[in-house]
């Protein structure tokens, strides 16, 4: 669940947006609080009646801002997607059955067409290449480096949200250089799917629960 999250907050940035109306409330809250304020700080002596006032003034003028901000539309927006410094790929292990191969390409092709931003799919079974499709690198096998390895001795999916920041980027040699996220879902403890993407924090929850389906559905299909 740890390394789902890694780069989970890189490249992000948050713009708050106001409306016309929120706008003349925060004016107006602020104003009446630096007033009131003011007001407190520099009479020296207050009757009880203009305290209560004031505070009470001071309350609304905080519920005016809060309520302001409450309904804010907070956007995560995350950089621009990328153009992937890759090469187009169709090859399945030829050695395979003709069902499996099929099974292979139809899930590297759903993959690509419905998880979000995804590019490149790459399936690796025992340090054999049984799948590139999509956009690739310029290394035609898939080497498994130490990020894949541990994902598939721990048996749980890593989502690596923001590949470029990390040391460890250098094993994707299979995935074009500027591959920009990676989902690597295990198969097994010696096999995996790689989804590479052209945006930063590109996959959903659901883009992630469908790569485990689908990697149980690859399971079926290494193991045979």
């Not at 030829?94 to 690509?112: D, F, N, V």
């Not at 590139?132 to 894949?148: C, F, K, S």
């Not at 590949?163 to 250098?170: A, E, S, V």
């Not at 500027?178 to 052209?198: F, H, K, L, R, Y």
Request: charged share 20%; glycine share 8%.
């Amino acid at each position: 669940a740890d390394r789902a999250r890694q780069g989970g907050l890189a490249g992000l940035r948050c713009e708050v947006k106001i409306s016309g109306n929120d706008q003349f409330l925060v004016a107006a809250g602020s104003l009446s609080l630096a007033v009131l304020m003011t007001n407190r700080l520099l009479t020296e002596e207050l009757a009880a009646a203009q305290s209560r006032v004031d505070l009470l003034g001071i309350a609304v003028s905080a519920v005016m801002l809060l309520t302001v901000f409450a309904r804010a539309d907070i956007q995560a927006r995350e950089k621009e997607s990328v153009r992937l410094a890759g090469v187009e790929q169709d090859e399945v292990d030829s050695q395979l059955p003709e069902a499996s191969q099929k099974t292979l390409r139809w899930a590297g092709q759903m993959l690509i067409r419905v998880a979000a931003g995804a590019k490149g799919v790459a399936v690796v079974h025992r340090g054999k290449t049984l799948l590139r499709q999509g956009i690739m690198g310029r290394a035609q096998q898939v080497e498994v480096g130490p990020i894949v390895e541990r994902a598939c001795r721990d048996g749980s999916q890593a989502y690596l949200a923001d590949l470029q920041i990390l040391p460890g980027k250098r094993e994707f040699t299979y995935l074009p250089e500027n591959t920009q996220a990676v989902i690597i879902q295990p198969i097994g403890e010696a096999s995996a799917i790689i989804v590479g993407a052209d945006k930063i924090r590109a996959f959903t929850a659901l883009d992630l629960q469908m790569t485990t389906a689908v990697g149980r559905l690859l399971e079926q299909v290494v193991e045979a």
